[in-house]
């Protein structure tokens, strides 16, 4: 059955969320009424004599949780795919399946709100889901960490739309959209939106004072040609469907950036055995694969007196200093009886838009027989975002 309630959200003190990169703004007090029309749903969180129960329950297998449809889904299994981490599914129809790399890891398919929330409540201890998702329905929760922010597909911006016609023709910030003098208690601004947190929390922190929001789940674009909604709040990729239904983005009017992220329960990292090994493992795999993507080693031989000397030629051009600096060995070979080295192998790592530009110089100081093959992994001699993850947990 569908339940309709209006509610009057009091402008709240200012804050700092646990996921967010930026301080929240503090803004004038104010009232925002939030028209909620949806079907119930039973909540994942245990609920004793008023308190939630949050304590992890009590199993020996850890939990990732994926997304189980859409673009999201395919392009996650892919990632994992491309890090040696394939998914097994034995019944696609089955929402739990393995990666048989990793042993005790169960893999859960859900909901992408479903994945945040029973990370919240303990029934997940890991999730691959957009960081849009983790700040809408995490809410805050000081238990949800971010173990790597940027997974490198996914990515989108959450963000106000207005027509470009009528009232909203010259409107084209924040805060003209903010001062417009039609917005009054008895007519609001109306928002049509998916995100029920995000959207009047952004809307207080930034001084609109008159709006009401109304809960609605695809087609957003049409609300306000309908005539049911004055603007939108909306995940946007190219911005080809905002133009096409005749709306605008507007300057200042981006609530969120958003793309894939490996988030984990702090419970769970630190509580559940195993948890943090296999956060380690995965969390490493990841990164050696997203920093090699893009990249090339180039390989040519280079004839020189020594080695120190080719080296000297190479780093004399900067995009040919690679990671660290040029790998130089000698290449050996017979002449009159004897096996000397006249040539010299160098081997860098040049990023994939840097690529010609790379041979071009190599040759010109030298260079000849330029191999090129592109990288599959690099890994560092301790991966960054494992100190991090140690030191938020206080490890």
């Not at 997304?67 to 994992?80: C, E, I, N, V, Y």
């Not at 945040?116 to 238990?143: F, H, N, P, T």
């Not at 080295?341 to 860098?348: E, G, K, L």
């Amino acid at each position: 059955m569908s339940v309709v309630r209006t509610i009057f959200l009091q402008c709240p003190a200012p804050s700092v969320s646990p996921l967010s990169t930026t301080p929240l703004s503090t803004s004038k007090c104010g009232s925002v009424k939030f028209t909620i029309s949806c079907s119930s749903a039973a909540s994942p969180v245990t609920v004793l004599n008023g308190n939630v129960d949050k304590k992890p329950y009590e199993r020996n297998e850890v939990r990732l949780g994926l997304p189980s449809k859409g673009r999201m889904a395919t392009d996650t299994l892919d990632l994992l795919k491309d890090c040696q981490l394939s998914v097994r599914q034995v019944n696609p129809r089955q929402y739990v399946a393995e990666i048989p790399q990793i042993s005790n890891l169960e893999v859960w398919f859900q909901r992408p709100k479903d994945v945040v929330r029973k990370l919240v409540s303990g029934d997940l201890d890991l999730g691959i889901v957009g960081l849009d998702i983790v700040q809408e329905y995490g809410q805050g929760d000081a238990d949800l960490i971010l173990v790597h922010d940027a997974l490198d597909y996914g990515d989108c911006r959450l963000s106000i739309a207005i027509p470009k016609y009528g009232i909203f023709e010259n409107i084209n910030s924040l805060k003209e959209l903010a001062q417009m003098p039609q917005w009054t208690p008895e007519r609001p601004l109306r928002v049509a939106t998916g995100f029920t947190y995000l959207g009047p929390k952004f809307m207080n922190e930034n001084g609109l004072k008159h709006v009401t929001f109304s809960t609605a789940d695809g087609a957003l674009e049409a609300a306000p040609a309908m005539g049911i909604a004055d603007a939108i709040v909306d995940l946007v990729s190219s911005g080809t469907t905002l133009r096409e239904n005749n709306l605008k983005e507007i300057e200042g009017g981006v609530i969120l950036e958003s793309e894939a992220v490996l988030v984990a329960s702090r419970r769970s990292l630190i509580q559940r055995k195993g948890v943090l090994d296999i956060t380690h493992e995965m969390l490493e795999r990841l990164e050696a694969h997203l920093k090699a993507m893009g990249q090339f080693t180039v390989t040519a031989n280079m004839r020189g007196s020594s080695a120190q000397e080719v080296a000297e030629r190479v780093l004399s051009q900067a995009s040919l200093s690679g990671l660290q600096g040029p790998t130089v060995s000698p290449v050996f070979c017979e002449r009159d009886g004897k096996v000397v080295a006249d040539y010299y192998a160098i081997v860098i790592c040049v990023p994939k838009k840097a690529l010609y530009k790379s041979v071009q110089q190599l040759r010109a100081i030298g260079g000849s027989g330029v191999l090129i093959s592109p990288l599959t992994y690099i890994f560092d001699e301790e991966t960054p975002r494992w100190r991090q993850l140690l030191s938020n947990l206080g490890l």
